[in-house]
């Protein structure tokens, strides 16, 4: 009985020193997946729905805690944009195939995706993914190279795409998710990410702990995610914010 009763303190013990992640399975026949590798990833590892539909708020907010620290109202805003993606009228849920819709929250000139012009927007395509990574010179991922990957993202979808638009919500997103990387996969107070760290997100869909990455902590708020957006906006060239603003046919 005692000796039970040390192996169960000893287990319990362990729980409160890492935090363990769970279980990740690729998607099966029947499960969806969108442009979010982040959303894709928690699917993935069943901290969302793994068939990835019926997501509403409550789920939305307990996995971007569990996983991520990701804060209440952090987690309520990336919800209230979400939901405008189910085309039903009045829906309490969504699925990551309705983020995939195009020019809601889905945008042009995405980090790791093609634009919905020239290729499945929902996909990772290594093609487009190889542009992004050569801006990352080096081991570390920083604000400056971050910038500077969105920016050649932005001019090559421009210059290529014919259709290319990037409204107003699409520059911010396309902001917060530069931001949401280097905060939520890197150091931050620095504000920089370790490379090999953020491109096995991107391309395995998978939270990268065997690389040694662990769930941020203290919690990730809002203001930290503006903070960061708005140091990488001063490190975009003045003519593709304005191209960016305004987009070059809309
Ligand atoms: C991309 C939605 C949370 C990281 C996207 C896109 C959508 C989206 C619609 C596609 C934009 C595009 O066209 O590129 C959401 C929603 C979230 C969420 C609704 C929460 C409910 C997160 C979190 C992270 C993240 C917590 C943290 C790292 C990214 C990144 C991209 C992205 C890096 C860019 C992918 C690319 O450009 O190839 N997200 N996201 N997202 N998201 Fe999320
Ligand atoms: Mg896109």
């Known amino acids: 009985m005692k000796f039970f009763t040390i192996i169960i303190a000893l287990w319990v013990a362990t729980l409160g020193y890492a935090h363990p ?13 969108g442009p979010c590798p982040m959303l894709n990833s928690l699917a993935n590892h069943a901290y969302l729905p793994h068939d990835g539909k019926n997501i509403d708020v409550a789920i939305t907010k307990k996995a971007l805690l569990d996983a ?14 979400a939901i405008t993606t189910n085309p039903v009228p009045n829906a309490t ?6 983020l995939s819709r195009h020019n809601i929250l889905e945008h042009d000139a995405s980090f790791s995706r093609q634009d919905a012009h020239s290729g499945p927007q929902d996909v990772f395509d290594a093609k487009t993914f190889a542009e992004t990574q050569s801006y990352w010179h080096g081991p570390v991922i920083n ?29 911010g997103f396309s902001l917060g998710e530069a931001a949401a990387y280097l905060i939520i996969l890197g150091d ?11 491109e096995y997100l991107f391309e395995n869909e998978r939270l990268p702990t065997k690389l040694g990455w ?25 003519d593709i914010r304005t191209l960016a603003r305004r987009g070059m046919h809309g």
């Open 21 to 33: 992640h769970l279980h990740w399975t690729p998607p099966g026949p029947g499960d969806v997946r």
């Open 68 to 81: 991520l620290n990701i804060d209440e109202d952090l987690g309520q805003f990336l919800f209230d944009n």
């Open 93 to 98: 849920a969504y699925s990551l195939a309705d």
């Open 143 to 171: 604000v400056t190279m971050a910038a500077q990957a969105r920016q050649a993202r932005i001019r090559t979808s421009n210059a290529t795409n014919p259709e290319y638009s990037l409204s107003p919500l699409g520059v």
């Open 188 to 198: 931050r107070e620095n504000h920089t990410a370790r490379k090999n760290v953020v």
């Open 214 to 238: 662990q769930r941020p902590e203290p919690l990730v708020t809002f203001v930290e995610l503006q903070n960061v957006m708005g140091k990488l906006y001063n490190e975009t060239d003045l």
